[in-house]
């Protein structure tokens, strides 16, 4: 029943008709409001129109091969200008921010001396590198201030996209936030003769994307005292520059996608929509380029893509920069979601063209059989715990054996999931077969709700330094999301 007051005074009610006119109106003011508001965040999403004016910082390429003698990687205190001129507080490893890329080869072995000029203890974990847990870099495995850690990595995996970073319980988030970040690429025989673009800064570039915030160009340093639940903050940073351009040859162009982010998921995309190739998951090459028009990563993954410049004088690589649960109804807000420029892509005929088509076939890929799994385990994503737990360094929260196949499930909820020493082939998604970008190797998932993985360890981890298993957003594994265990 709907009551309301004539001019008169007369106080009337009707049923039904009113009411159904008063939802009527109702109906009508909240579409119109929706839309407004709707159309307001839309207004705000369309991308940047400033010209890129910075180039693209690019890191220092260490290419293991021209080494005579270890790799000696300083992590030091120092300053970044992420804009011209103005110098904001950083850390990184031998410059202001972030670090070298350093390039290893399949059957070799890289020897590096990290050494710690930090007042506060870090470690270098290898993100995404299959080998034994005392190389791996776990929370165990401390580089006090002042101490130099040596480490030889015998590299026996394919081909891929790693990364180095520090990751002691407590610290993690403060401490990537800060510029301590670096990539591991791996190269061997095959992929190296399959004439995709491999000139390292010209067209195989490898771009690691962060979220900072920023006051009168300063980056905000991260809170000290209580740690934020997840820190998403609203400018994107790619290697260090904000909004930046890079010259690229009239050819097909490798961006080899990093993100770096303590806790933002993006999704990445060209301009107008145009079409760009997935090549490589984490862990190696795909068997083929799949063509795609968006791309999700959240923080932790690595996908490699490449973009045909030979059609197009410039071209931009843009984000939409996505709510922390980024499924389920939040995919509503995805498409009005703030989009920032990740990289402006001028083509410059200047430069030789070098990769001028694209190899159909990229790599062999020997699925494992769900028939041959001998253990199974499920890792469920909860409130800052995983299956209950929170992280304990005294307790090994479970055993694995050398070579045997497993089978995880993966309940993640809003978190992404990310284990070392191996990497995992996906053999569902939320029931179904993973799609042709998604089968490829990875170490660290976002599944959009379950999945379900295949995976296997070839190297030791003992309880002295076992391996770790954990959310991927940086403050939630600081906070204990994270679990330990060995394999032997
Ligand atoms: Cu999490």
Known sequence: MTCFRHQKGVLQCQKGFANRRVAFVILLVSALLFTAVFASIALRASPPTTAAQTPLNIPTLIDSRTQNGPIVIDITKGEHAFFLGVKSTTRGYNGGYLGPTIKMYKGENTDIQFTNHLDEPTNIHGHGLHVEGKIDGGPQNKIMPGETWSVTIPVSQQASTNWYHPHLKGSTASQVHSGLAGFYLIEDAHSMSLGLPNSYGIDDIPLVIQDRSFVDGKMTPYPTGNMPEDLREDTLVVNGTVNPYTLVPRSFVRLRLLNGSNARSYEF???????????????????????????????????????????????????????????????????FSQSQSVLELRGDDSLKVLASELPKQ????????????????????????????????KVINHESKLGQLEKWTID???????????????????????????????????????????????????????????????EHEDMGMMGQFTVK
């Open 362 to 393: 990229l790599n062999t890929i020997t699925p494992y059989l769900e028939k041959d799994v001998e253990v199974e385990r499920v890792f469920e994503l909860g409130d800052m715990s995983i299956n209950g737990q929170q992280m304990n360094m």
């Open 269 to 335: 995309y060209l301009e107008g929509d145009q079409p760009f190739y997935k090549i490589a998951t984490e862990g190696g090459l795909l068997p083929s380029p799949v063509e795609l028009t968006s791309l999700k990563m959240a923080p932790g993954e690595r996908n490699d893509i490449v973009v045909d410049m030979s059609v197009v004088e410039s071209q931009r690589l843009l984000a939409r920069l996505l709510p922390m649960n980024y499924n389920g109804f939040n995919a509503v807000l995805i498409p």
């Open 412 to 474: 993640s909820g809003r978190h992404p999931f990310h284990m070392h020493g191996t990497s995992f082939l996906i053999l569902s998604m939320n029931g179904k077969p993973p799609a042709p970008e998604d089968q490829g190797w990875k170490d660290t998932i976002y599944p959009n709700g379950t999945a379900e993985i295949l995976l296997k360890f070839d190297y030791e981890a003992t309880e002295q330094w076992p391996y770790m298993y954990h959310c991927h957003i940086l």
